[in-house]
């Protein structure tokens, strides 16, 4: 089992930058696929990213990608999401998540296993 905590999360104008972090307990982090997904007021939770358990493979939703940055290690048993060029509609809550696994279906948020409890990302124009 695995626990998750998010930060970094706050109000930036938007072409701004944030730096969101998921610490995660427990000693084998480095056998969870990790994740990020949002989800914004009155919309369903969306995926945003993932990575394998080597990090040697990253996957990205198409409305972020070239814009975020989905890295784990850094420090140890963390997964970090650097967001730049943020835009209005990425104002959301993000939602770190993690399954032992790696899921097909890794942009369906029922899939993963674990979930932290969200950070308030707002983008002002």
């Known amino acids: 089992q695995v626990q998750l905590v998010e930060s970094g999360g706050g109000l930036v104008q938007a072409g701004g930058s944030l730096r969101l972090s998921c610490a995660a307990s427990?000693?084998?982090?480095?056998?969870?696929?990790m994740g990020w997904f949002r989800q914004a007021p009155g919309k369903e939770r969306e995926f945003v990213a993932a990575i394998s358990r080597s990090g040697g493979a990253t996957y990205y939703a198409d409305s972020v990608k070239g814009r975020f940055t989905i890295s784990r290690g850094n420090p140890k048993n963390t997964v970090n999401l650097q967001m730049n060029s943020l835009k209005p509609e990425d104002t959301a809550v993000y939602y770190c998540?993690?399954?032992?696994?790696?899921?097909?279906?890794?942009?369906?948020?029922?899939?993963?296993?674990?979930w932290g409890q969200g950070t308030q990302v707002t983008v002002s124009s």
């Open positions: 998540a993690a399954d032992p696994a790696f899921p097909t279906a890794y942009y369906s948020d029922y899939v993963w296993d674990y």
């Open positions: 427990g000693r084998t982090f480095s056998s969870y696929t």
